[in-house]
């Protein structure tokens, strides 16, 4: 009942805060940051009791309840190793959110539900074990950010939010035909774990369901070329919805391919692999590229997760030990870095309303507490060495290059030229806003960073240093989760060899120190670990 409290407490608190009076905007803003407080606390708990050995069983926090058992949906919850990391990145994020968005001075009472039903959402989609479950947290975060984009959001906010919605929608629709198809094909039940174990399909059938999920998680992620909607709704968004949207929002693509395309659609996923895996290597690099020419900051951070993002679907498109690790983590240090960025350029938007970069400059020296937080946050962002950026990079590129996809090493060398231009186009930002002479003499009566705004940006900052410097108590729950995958794909890839001798091996891993997992198993790598499916 514990992951059941954390999913819906902050929609319980979204029920309270709509019978509150709505003239009351401080009695909402405090109600909202305790609700979310309270979530935080109950969800270390699951922290606390989770057990990341390989012996415990792959989903915890298992609830399984009949819903609509005529219909064969149940409500089903439970939670891997990743999908725990990243319920806690939601639970934590919220309350730094919340008390970003104090700010907010219209309809308040609306815009606080908004995130409270926000974070049920998000939280419901990562633990959702019914295929069905799944679909209507994954939809229900339309509604939400819809609101607080097309609401709250700058002058162009309604093109943004239209287009947003759209994009995500029409994709999702496509999703829930391929859901319906392997209801039908799966002995009437939409349970994630019987259709994983049992679901038996034609290769074309495979094929079309596979490019089904994929595309309504490449759309959430963004992956190129389906990114476009991506930069209007992050310059549109208020802040708030911004850091929620980077930090969370785009993580539930790459979850859904980690846990939903790969594993369900394993032999379909292997043979559309390299070509994900390009577009992934395109994403980085166009990503990085346009980051050179914005004038915007907002639309430049957002940019730099189409980059960073990128670096995500390699790791996953790996298959290896190395590379998946890496890639769960980069989700984690994307949440965090990215996060913070958008918090600090709202900072600087509520000081200057404003975010042409040309019309800073020089401002280090009236902000001088803003600026070392944007510095030290941005060399998490480029992967300082000692940061969480370095060791999320580094796992996804070693990965890749030890992979045996065709094209892996030059697919690692490409991307690690977005390493390099991502320091180019961070370290360019930081010295055009903070560096040089004060050219509007507006810059000269900034105030520097208030004690609410440090209690927003030092906890980012504290896990930024926390997870470079100390990363194994991350990387080691999602270690059972990162195994189990790798050896599916690889009993996929041997069967696909046994039909057809003549095609080389083409999943394989070789576990680095780092990552905290055991030497590879003679004869091939992780062979000796249980199959996909055991231990539950």
């Keep these: ?3 059941a409290t954390v999913i819906f407490l902050p929609l319980a608190g979204a029920l309270v805060a709509a019978l509150l009076p709505a003239g009351e905007p401080a009695q909402h803003r405090g109600w909202a940051l305790f609700v979310s407080a309270a979530t935080f606390a109950a969800s270390l708990g699951l922290w606390a009791g989770f057990d990341a050995s390989m012996a415990a069983p792959e989903f915890q926090f298992e609830l399984n309840l009949p819903w609509i058992p005529s219909a064969g949906i149940g409500f089903h919850i439970g939670l891997d190793g990743v999908a725990l990391l990243l319920v806690m990145l939601t639970t934590a994020l919220t309350p730094v959110v919340i008390l970003s968005a104090f700010t907010v001075g219209e309809r308040v009472k609306e815009f606080m539900i908004s995130l409270l039903v926000l974070e ?5 989609t990562f633990a959702a074990l019914d295929l069905v479950l799944f679909y209507v947290f994954w939809e229900a975060i339309l509604v939400p950010m819809y609101l607080l984009i097309g609401v709250w959001g700058s002058v162009n906010r309604l093109y943004a939010t239209v287009k947003f919605f759209l994009y995500t929608f029409a994709a999702s629709v496509l999703m829930l035909v391929a859901i319906l198809y392997v209801f039908a094909h799966d002995g009437g039940s939409f349970d994630y774990l019987a259709a994983r174990q049992s679901l038996q399909v034609t290769p074309g059938a495979q094929t079309a369901l596979f490019l089904a999920f994929a595309l309504a998680f490449a759309v959430k992620v963004p992956m190129f070329p389906l990114h476009t909607w991506l930069p209007d709704a992050h310059t549109e968004a208020p802040t708030a919805g911004s850091v929620i949207l980077a930090g969370v929002l785009l993580k539930m693509g790459t979850f859904g391919f980690f846990r939903y395309a790969l594993p369900l659609f394993p032999d379909a996923a292997l043979a559309w692999r390299p070509a ?26 957002a940019y730099s997760s189409v980059s960073h993002l990128g670096f995500v679907m390699l790791g996953l498109m790996a298959l290896t030990a190395e590379g998946l690790t890496g890639g769960v983590y980069q989700m984690l240090n994307h949440g965090v870095s990215t996060g913070a960025l958008f918090l600090l350029v709202g900072m600087l938007y509520e ?23 944007f510095v030290v946050v941005t060399l998490s962002s480029i ?38 231009l991502g320091a180019v186009y961070m370290l360019w930002l930081v010295e055009r806003v903070f560096y040089g002479k004060i050219g509007n003499e507006e810059n000269r009566r900034l105030p520097d960073l208030s004690l609410r705004e440090a209690f927003v940006i030092v906890p980012m ?12 108590p991350f990387l080691a729950p999602a270690r059972p989760a990162v195994e189990r995958l790798v050896t599916r794909m690889q009993e996929a890839d041997r069967r696909l060899r046994a039909r057809d001798p003549a095609r080389p091996p083409s999943v394989g891993t070789q576990p680095p120190a780092v990552a905290g997992l055991p030497a590879a198993a003679p004869g091939g790598a992780l062979a000796a670990l249980p199959a996909a499916g055991e231990g539950r």
């Design 276 to 301: 994900i895996a390009a577009l992934a290597v395109v994403g980085i690099v166009y990503g990085a590229l346009m980051c050179l020419v914005q004038q915007d900051m907002k639309r430049l951070v």
């Design 461 to 472: 900052i504290a896990l930024i240093v926390v997870m470079g410097l100390v990363p194994q």
């Design 351 to 373: 000081r200057r309303h404003t975010r042409l970069i040309s019309e800073y400059g020089g401002v280090a020296k009236q902000v001088p507490w803003i600026a070392t937080a």
């Design 120 to 124: 049920t959402a998000m939280i419901g």
């Design 1 to 3: 009942m514990l992951l």
């Design 383 to 420: 992967g300082l060495p000692g940061t969480n950026g370095f060791v999320g990079e580094f796992l996804i590129l070693s990965g890749t290059w030890l992979g045996r996809m065709p094209g892996t090493q030059l697919a690692a060398a490409v991307a690690a030229t977005g390493v390099i």
